[in-house]
């Protein structure tokens, strides 16, 4: 099973991950990130992979 995390302190919301992967990210009003998966369908992983990697801030990551 794979999870996304995101490191809350270097979280800008700057909306790039939600751009990239929108049924995986989701930004509110309050700038803030939420995260719409419990885990990382495989057929979804390519996606939310772009969408890590689009992250200025490096602040998402996958895990297994």
Same mark, same amino acid.
């Given at each position: 099973?794979?999870? !996304? %995390?995101? &490191?809350?302190?270097?979280?800008?919301?700057?909306?790039?991950?939600? *751009? /990239?992967?929108?049924?995986?990210? @989701?930004?509110?009003?309050?700038?803030?990130?939420? !995260? %719409?998966? &419990?885990?990382?369908?495989?057929?979804?992983?390519?996606?939310?992979? *772009? /969408?890590?990697?689009?992250?200025? @801030?490096?602040?998402?990551?996958?895990?297994?």
């Amino acid at each position: 099973m794979s999870r !996304i %995390l995101v &490191d809350r302190d270097l979280c800008e919301a700057n909306q790039a991950c939600m *751009r /990239a992967a929108p049924e995986a990210f @989701r930004v509110d009003e309050e700038d803030r990130l939420h !995260i %719409l998966l &419990d885990e990382v369908d495989p057929a979804l992983r390519p996606k939310v992979e *772009r /969408a890590v990697r689009a992250c200025p @801030r490096r602040a998402l990551a996958i895990v297994d």
